[in-house]
């Protein structure tokens, strides 16, 4: 339970797919992907996020991936500029890893930035000094957010698109566990920019179907947004991106133009949920989380639990410490509910036992 990698049986459709294109893997495949992949991407984000049609331009806007890692990874080598003055990366405290080694390879100071309403909710970049935000080229920003499940609202998400053309940064807004929900479906980066006028300018999102679509193997997602990132963006990755072969890129378009297997997901996600709720709701330190699929469980010293977990119960989870800065994460453990429900309900009852 310390990994995001979700064990729920993949959509039979991918093997389907996989054999139906079998014979395309002797070619090499373009950069930007196929256009029945772009339009298929801009078709699920116009559709999810309610966004006016045409606002998303498939051959503009966007670009395949292999998996959202290297996309978070590489648009800091994309925007950052070399020759800029102790330039600033914006990140969530808590956050994904890939964030920080980001901004650090790029040349970038990282600045760490907690939630506004404690460790369990999202930050508001807007508070920070204007000596900060003079100098930031790029935020990140997760929604619902790893590790804690946190949801950033249509007004924040609003205000900090208003923050990022204010100052000229760039929002890079993983979205990657958009699609694992509790109640409330989440709103996107995009949807700000429509809320605003419809501009793309100075915002990319970052999808997968790793989570999404229960296929962390096929290694695909999508990066979308601002046409003149997403121009630079392209150019880089095509020295240093690694395209998505033909096949993969078929099956992906048949996973984003199908929407039962992942309401069927997120049903399982919620089962999950249930059963963390019933067997550790009545603990101070549990919070149930709008989105995603990981418990942010506060339990006074996250690293003393961890290893008591894994000595008395042989269950893995990962200290919050190892997620967070500047003690954010301390009292926490991330515990992944990816597995399926008999396993989780196990597992669950040993950890309630533990601590």
Known sequence: ?????????????????????????????????SPEFRQAAADWLTW???????????????????????????????????????????????FYQVYVGAAVMAGAEPVFVPGAHGPTSQPDYSTLPEEILARTQLA???????????????????????????????????????????????AGALEACAALGGSLDNVVVFHSLSKRSSVPGLRSGFVAGDPKVMAAFARLRSYGGAATPLPILAAATALWRDEAHVDENRSLYRAKLDIAQRLLG???????????????????DGEKAALALWQQAKIRVLPGKYLARDGVGDRFIRVALVHDLETTEQALTRLAEIL
């Open 140 to 186: 990140y920003l997760c929604s619902p957010a790893n590790p804690q499940g946190a949801v950033a609202d249509l007004d924040l998400l609003k205000r900090t698109v208003k923050l990022a053309r204010r100052y000229g940064f760039v929002l890079a807004m993983d979205e990657c566990y958009s699609e694992i929900w509790d109640t409330i479906e989440p």
């Open 48 to 94: 999810r996020f309610k966004l006016p049609v045409g606002m998303i331009d498939a051959d503009k806007c966007v670009l395949p991936v292999a998996g959202t890692r290297e996309a978070l990874y590489l648009i800091a080598q994309t925007v950052i500029s070399p020759t800029a003055d102790r330039p600033v990366v914006l990140l969530p405290n808590p």
């Open 1 to 33: 339970m310390s990994i995001g990698e979700p064990q729920h049986t993949p959509p039979a459709l991918v093997t389907r797919v996989l054999a139906e294109k079998a014979g395309l893997w002797g070619k090499y495949p373009p950069a930007n992907g």
């Open 282 to 300: 009545s603990r101070s330190g549990f919070s149930r989380p709008p989105g995603g699929f990981f418990l942010w469980l506060a339990v006074g």
